[in-house]
């Protein structure tokens, strides 16, 4: 271990504090030290340059110097003649040198340290993640031991989940699902996330777990990793062994023929990852998507006289009842949820147009409603919080005025 002091009042005390007692030793007992063949400061200079770094190498010169010129004034010499004295001018470089040279020495070192420091810390919590899995392994062996063979998916069960998931509302389904696998698999700390078309962004759709384990965003590499792999068997996926930061399973719902939305879980009982389990996951998502697909296509059909025509914005009484189920999904959830508004009065523009533009700096899941009487356009970002809403309102006004409309 290095000597740290992190409290840079404490250096510069230090410092000042041994150049005042060499000078008043000096100047009591006449010892002349800069007369000396070997000059005691340059130990000052290496005993602060090697304890820390440049900084004290570079402060501990100036104040080797400082003090070599007050005594110098103190003997009455002339520090002009001084500049042209190559023995004091050898004096500076030969100080100089030895506190670059041991500053750089000691900086190199303290990061070479600090470097294996991080790198011992990293080794401890992986160890004691490894224990932390072991002891899993173990509780979880004698779970088994306890568990008789028999399935616990009989045919009435299967019913009960499949009449659950057949909702006429897409989130009513996305939320049964976020039920039956915190009940039926036994997960925690999962959220449904859905899919950006360039599948690496995944923006949350509902959540039961940490923020801090679940954010509002995630991106990821849609080419390696357990993601690429979810991607490529369209089939729940566990994480693997050198996969330490990412979730423990992640999960696809297809519908339309391709990975829609995908369901991240970082902790379920180890015994739901059996292969009998994992087919009966399976069966379960299938089944989502196949609802989900069925429950957009219905609520498209119902709310077809809550549109305005020739668009996919919502009349003012359909997006109202929209923000009332966020609500409602805020408290159940603590999903948050944000509106914005955009004024559109006297834009020479039509809604068709409007749209289009706007539609280009949104996510699929927003909704946009229109107050005919005020002219006024109406955002509604699901898993939005209120400090990100701001950054999509500036957004959708540049491209709003950039594409056509007017700055407000």
């Known amino acids: 271990m290095i000597y740290t002091q992190h409290r840079t009042s404490i250096k510069w005390i230090e410092m000042i504090v041994t150049i005042l007692l060499i000078g008043i030793l000096d100047y009591t007992f006449s010892l002349s030290l800069s007369d000396w063949a070997i000059d005691p400061l340059i130990f000052y200079i290496l005993l602060f340059s090697l304890r820390y770094g440049l900084l004290g190498a570079f402060v501990s010169f100036a104040l080797t110097s400082l003090y070599h010129f007050s005594f110098l004034l103190m003997e009455g010499s002339d520090l002009l003649l001084f500049l042209y004295d190559t023995n004091e001018l050898a004096w500076i470089l030969l100080h100089f040198f030895v506190a670059l040279s ?29 224990k932390q899995t072991i002891q899993q392994l173990q509780e979880s062996q004698g779970e088994m031991r306890k568990r008789v063979l028999d399935s616990t998916y009989t045919l009435s069960k299967i019913y009960e989940i499949g009449l659950k998931l057949d909702q006429d509302a897409t989130d009513l389904v996305r939320d049964h699902l976020i039920g039956t696998f915190t009940r039926v698999f036994r997960a925690r700390q999962l959220a449904l996330y859905h899919v950006d078309a360039s599948r690496r962004t995944l923006r949350l759709h509902v959540r039961s777990g940490e923020v801090e384990r679940l954010p509002q965003t995630l991106f990821i590499d849609s080419e390696q990793g357990i993601f690429a792999r979810m991607f490529q068997s369209k089939k729940p996926t566990i994480r693997l062994a050198d996969e330490l930061d ?24 180890i015994l739901r990852l059996r292969s009998h389990e994992m087919n009966m996951m399976k069966l379960v998502l299938d089944w989502t998507g196949t609802r989900i697909e069925k429950a957009d296509a219905l609520e498209w059909m119902l709310v077809s006289d809550q549109l305005v ?38 834009v ?41 809403a701001e950054r999509f309102k500036e957004r959708i006004e540049h491209v709003f005025y950039v594409k056509g409309g007017k700055r407000l």
């Not at 944000?338 to 559109?344: A, E, K, M, Q, Y």
């Not at 533009?357 to 002219?375: A, T």
């Open 348 to 388: 020479d523009l039509s809604l068709i147009e409007m749209e289009l533009i706007l539609r280009q700096s949104m996510r699929e899941i927003d909704v946009i409603g229109y107050d005919e009487e005020d002219r006024i356009l109406h955002f509604l970002l699901p898993g939005t919080p209120v400090e990100s």
């Open 102 to 130: 041991a500053g750089v020495f000691s900086t190199s070192y303290r990061e070479r340290y600090q470097s294996l420091h991080i790198r011992q810390e990293e080794v401890v919590d992986e160890n004691e993640q490894l």
């Open 309 to 346: 025509d020739g668009t996919h914005m919502f009349r003012m009484e359909a997006f109202e009842q929209k923000v009332a189920q966020q609500v409602q999904r805020h408290e159940q959830y603590g999903q948050p949820y944000s509106t914005v508004t955009l004024p559109v009065e006297g």
């Open 246 to 269: 990412g979730p423990l399973l992640v999960a696809p719902i297809c519908y339309e023929g391709t990975v829609k939305e995908v369901l991240v879980v970082h902790e379920i009982d």
